[in-house]
């Protein structure tokens, strides 16, 4: 019996493989913003769509009568949808059946003055509150329980029972609703209890910073309006 023999034999056939170049988006710092608005219909601004390749096209690789051709384009959408007008809606305080009688008298239809929740002024004249415990009253800078101690809020408009107030936010004043307005100018309350950007300087008055004067292309009295917590009491 004949004993098997095992041998090399040179290949007849050979594979090329060429490498195919690795995929990487291109970073781009890209930063996003709003005009300021009192109207809380803002969108984050639109991202130009275009074909946006993701590298430069490698060669062709052939593998076994297979042919890679990875040049891909992907296309970038646009943003149509923000969650700023709603952070910025829920700012904006709505209380539904709040009486009349118990609305301060110094709170015009117009709206754009600065407020409070008193739970000590009755208005209507009765002996209790009837809903909130409380009446809403324009704030005023010659005694501190009239605001200076209190949360603040600009009055909107109190309509068929519902009070809308502005916590904080963007808001477009009527023109006697705001003294000196000045953009990026801070805003105070004036001895008059109006917003001003010069605060009251009269001894025993107290003094809050309320935001700032917004500035903007339409000739709109616009403030950002935000009350500070603390305040201050001249001597």
Known sequence: MSIPSISVIPPKHKIEISTVSGYAFTQENLAYGFTPSPYNDVLIADIEVEPFPISETPEVATLGGLVLQPDINVIVGTQTNSIIQQLLNSFVYTFNNFPEEEVGSGLVAEGGQVCFFDPVTILGGTNTFTVYNCSVNTATVQALDKGARSQLFIFMHHIDGTLTVLHKGY??????????WSPGKTIY??????????????????????????????????????????????I
């Open 171 to 180: 808001i477009d004043l009527r023109p006697s609703a705001i003294v000196n």
């Open 189 to 234: 309350l004036n001895s008059d209890n109006v917003l001003d950007t010069s605060p009251t300087a009269t001894s025993g008055h107290w003094v809050r910073s309320l935001g700032f004067c917004v500035p903007n292309t339409e000739d709109r009295k616009r403030i950002w309006f935000e009350a500070d917590s603390t305040y201050l009491r001249i």
